[in-house]
């Protein structure tokens, strides 16, 4: 029965070539029957509302098919995923080959538990979306890596941090980007209704703070008690070996620390303001330090991947040359390539998740499935907690369709904050239920462009006969899902039910 249940497995890139036929034949459908929806977009400068209708674009005629074949090449070698993991790996390949991974992991892994170590690299995930989406191909194949050599299941580590990643785009006790420009679209609609009506940048930091710790600690306890079960077994062909720490091992790590030390003292620097000679890499036209880290003329949003990459190479480099395992400039030139080997079925798996999401782009199902489902908020009479749990939903459903946050609020904004603010609710508290909201799903859909390195990397550690099938990929996540969905959804009762405030001068209610 297994053996059938094996031959039965559908492979990745035949799935992703599946939903690729699917996406094309209903957007075709969805044109025909005529699906379509308005809502009144607002402008952030001028402050008033532009009705818009979002109708579905058909990819089954002549202009869809030229669409596809005439985009393809552009989209790939423009999609973010593939650039920054190729430029990431270089860096984590030189740390690895030199012996600086193992040597650092192995003795985290030795002398820490392994809840402590899952905690952990779950935590840092989920705070990482400080940086955007780097963190998806930093933490992958890091936490792969340091399950390895802990001896534990890679599998398991990547399904954790994945988990924490996705989860973790929702919430953080530090404003991003990505709440910033939200921020705009909440103020916007806030201020047609009470032209006075003022947010501070640290608004959200009470529940956002409890939030993380909250969801760092669930994925921890659901990857030790669940997810170890369910993931794939993984063996190690070899026998463990203990790793004796000589002189070689402490230089190379003095060595590498050192530089590595004074290499982020120099960055840091630049990106303090008011300092003398500082606050080079900052973008002062901007107005939140937020922003001018992370706009979009930054040196962080065009140069941060690089800057990382370069940081990951001194580490290698440094420790190389202490502990004598590169040796030469051959040996350097070859430890640069060495994470690179094998990544063809990568490239494939990246160059169809890239196609899938273009063409659902194109199709404009998400926009319009998303403002379908925001006008519910508008044509009902809700208020408390079932406008809570609404809006809670609609969030969670749309993102699996529409994966962009700012995109999403755009439109969920226009009639959420009207709502919330006519219940006597705040506009901070509305766009806090639909970050988390966010959370709930955004692990579980394939149209996020990082699902693609996630595919990845759990079919490169992968030792079944069979390749590991897209849907229990997104199996993997579901219980993640789920569990900190409820979680999180009864976390934004009980803070509604008690009344205190969400922030530094957020609250609740109006």
């Known amino acids: 029965m297994n053996k059938l249940k094996e031959k039965m497995t559908l492979n990745p890139v035949m799935t992703f070539l599946i939903l690729i036929l699917i996406t094309i034949i209903l957007s075709g459908f969805l044109r025909l029957i005529g699906f379509e ?3 009144s977009r607002i402008d952030v400068t001028t402050g008033e509302y532009i009705v818009t209708s979002e109708s579905v674009e058909s990819l089954l005629s002549l202009s869809g098919i030229k669409y596809i074949f005439t985009s393809t090449v552009a989209n790939f070698t423009s999609f973010t995923p593939l650039s920054m993991m190729i430029i990431i790996l270089i860096g984590i390949g030189i740390m690895e080959k030199s012996g600086f991974i193992k040597t650092t992991f192995t003795i985290l892994t030795k002398y820490c538990k392994k809840y402590t170590i899952t905690f952990w690299l779950v935590f840092i995930s989920v705070i990482l ?3 955007g989406d780097l963190g998806y191909v ?14 534990r299941n890679p599998l398991l580590g990547i399904v954790a941090v994945y988990a924490g990643l996705t989860a973790g785009s929702g919430i953080n006790f530090l404003l991003t980007s990505v709440d910033s420009e939200m921020l705009r679209y909440t103020l916007a609609n806030a201020t047609t209704i009470d032209a006075n009506y003022t947010l501070s940048t640290m608004c959200f930091f009470f529940i956002m703070a409890v939030a993380v710790i909250l969801v760092s600690i669930l994925i921890t306890v659901i990857t030790e008690k669940i997810s170890s079960n369910n993931v794939d077994k993984y063996e190690f062909k070899e026998e463990k070996k203990e790793l004796r720490l000589g002189r070689r091992e402490y230089r190379g790590l003095i060595f590498s620390i050192t530089a590595g030390a004074l290499y982020l003292l120099i960055f840091i620097y630049n990106i303090i303001p008011g300092l003398p000679f500082s606050g080079n890499l900052l973008d002062n036209s901007q107005q939140f330090y937020i922003d001018k880290l992370f706009s979009y003329d930054s040196f962080f949003s065009n140069g941060f991947v690089f800057v990382v990459t370069i ?3 001194i580490l290698g480099l440094f420790y190389g040359i202490g502990a004598k395992t590169i040796k030469n400039n051959n040996d350097f030139c070859e430890d640069l390539t060495h994470s690179l080997d094998g990544t063809g079925r990568t490239l494939i798996l990246i160059l169809l998740g890239s196609i899938l999401i273009n063409i659902f782009k194109k199709s404009n199902i998400g926009t319009v499935l998303t403002v379908s489902l925001a006008n519910i908020l508008g044509s009902n009479s809700l208020s408390g907690i079932p ?5 809670f939903f609609i969030s969670a459903i749309s993102s699996l369709f529409l994966t962009g946050a700012s995109s999403r609020w755009a439109i969920i904004s226009t009639t959420a904050i009207p709502a919330f603010m006519n219940s006597s609710l705040s506009p901070e508290f509305a766009q806090v239920i639909a970050r988390f909201g966010e959370c709930m799903t955004l692990g579980i859909t394939p149209l996020l462009a990082y699902f693609t390195i996630y595919i990845a990397y759990l079919e490169k550690y992968n030792q079944q006969e069979n390749p590991i099938s897209l849907f229990r990929t997104l199996k993997y996540q579901l219980s993640y899902g789920m569990i900190i969905g409820l979680v999180l959804l009864v976390l934004l009762i009980g803070w509604y039910l008690i009344g205190i405030p969400i ?6 209610t109006t």
């Open 129 to 131: 979306s400080i940086v």
């Open 138 to 151: 930093i933490m992958i194949p890091l936490a792969a890596l340091m399950f390895s050599y802990g001896r």
């Open 311 to 313: 940081f990951f190479v």
């Open 37 to 39: 929806a308005t809502y």
């Open 503 to 508: 922030g530094i001068n957020g609250f609740v």
């Open 387 to 391: 406008l809570i749990i609404v809006l």
